[in-house]
């Protein structure tokens, strides 16, 4: 059975990031939603071998979100750490 390409979709990569999950917002919108389908995401994976083999570190697998850099900023500040 073969697949067409479609989007962002290439059946020519169908091999690659076995065990590899992307969820984003297509217009750009910070939702909570977002974040609870990425967590669904690292759990779905953890049959796939997205961990390492001591359970304390991982290999990578996690969750990366963008952080405003005000939010960032403040923080930094009340820690004393310059940006």
């Not at 909570?32 to 389908?37: G, N, Q």
């Not at 403040?74 to 820690?79: F, N």
Request: hydrophobic share 40%; with cysteine.
């Amino acid at each position: 059975m073969g697949f067409s390409r479609q989007g962002l979709y290439d059946p020519a990569n169908e091999h690659d990031s076995c065990g590899v999950g992307f969820v984003a917002n297509i217009k750009g919108r910070k939702t909570h939603d977002v974040i609870e389908a990425g967590l669904k995401i690292l759990v779905n994976l953890d049959h796939r071998g997205a961990v390492g083999a001591d359970p304390l570190v991982g290999d990578g697998a996690g969750i990366l979100i963008q952080i405003p850099d005000a939010l960032y900023r403040e923080w930094a500040q009340g820690a004393g750490v310059t940006l």
